[in-house]
């Protein structure tokens, strides 16, 4: 029996990258996986791709820039599963040519700080409404956790990184206000904060600038 038998997890952003990494474990470790994401093509290979290894899973076509989105996206999965043990919010809900930009990404005094405070905003509200649609329902079973997933960026200062440390240090910080806010409900808020991970968004700045390694 795995780790997460009996458990329903939503993962937003779980088409492509870390969050399908995600998708696969958790549905290998026996929970039934909520894939979320714009594209049903990609959805709908995801869900074929984990059933195919024995998961359970389905996938709601949603937007996390979309308050309206994701309270379905936690309806649905109430109404077809019964609960919400966890959620990973994966999705970055900014594209990486607009992250990479050079209106947002290089020396403070070179940056466009307009164009800064516009992605920082997408990038929040991206984390923030998943979250603040399934709190409800964890609430109410006195059960759950949550986990951001965002940038090293958060934690350490890199230079030509002014937009996101904004958005992920902001978020560490967030994360243990509402984990404070939460504990009394025993559901509990996490942030995981990754540095340059494949096959993701934040690969793209960097693609054919380094060389992979085998470990």
């Known amino acids: 029996m795995g780790k997460l ?9 779980s088409t492509g990258g870390i969050g399908l990494g ?5 549905a290998a470790e026996g929970a039934t996986v909520v894939v979320s994401g714009r594209s049903e093509e990609k959805g709908r290979m995801v869900v074929e791709a984990l059933r195919k290894d024995g998961g ?13 989105d994701m309270d379905a996206l936690a309806a649905h999965t109430v109404r077809a599963h019964g609960q919400i043990d966890v959620l990973v919010a ?7 040519q607009d992250t990479n930009d050079p209106s947002v990404r290089g020396i403070f005094n070179e940056i466009d700080v307009a164009a800064v405070t516009e992605v920082v905003s997408r990038a929040t509200a991206a984390k923030l ?16 956790s949550c986990m951001f997933v965002t940038s090293e960026g958060g934690r350490v200062p890199t230079a030509g990184q002014t ?20 504990a009394r409900h025993k559901v ?25 390694t085998d470990l």
């Open 5 to 13: 038998q009996g458990k329903v997890a939503i993962v937003t952003g």
């Open 22 to 26: 995600v998708a696969r474990r958790f």
């Open 56 to 68: 359970s899973a389905d996938f709601v076509a949603a937007d996390v820039q979309s308050k309206a």
């Open 90 to 96: 994966s999705a970055s809900g900014v594209p990486s």
């Open 129 to 144: 409404l998943p979250l603040h649609a399934v709190l409800p329902y964890m609430i109410e079973r006195e059960s759950g």
């Open 163 to 182: 937009t996101v440390a904004l958005y992920a240090g902001g978020l560490v910080m967030t994360t243990k206000v509402i984990g404070k806010e939460m």
């Open 188 to 212: 509990r808020v996490n942030c995981i904060a990754v540095t340059l991970i494949g096959e993701s968004p934040s690969w793209d700045g960097f693609e054919g600038k380094i060389e992979m």
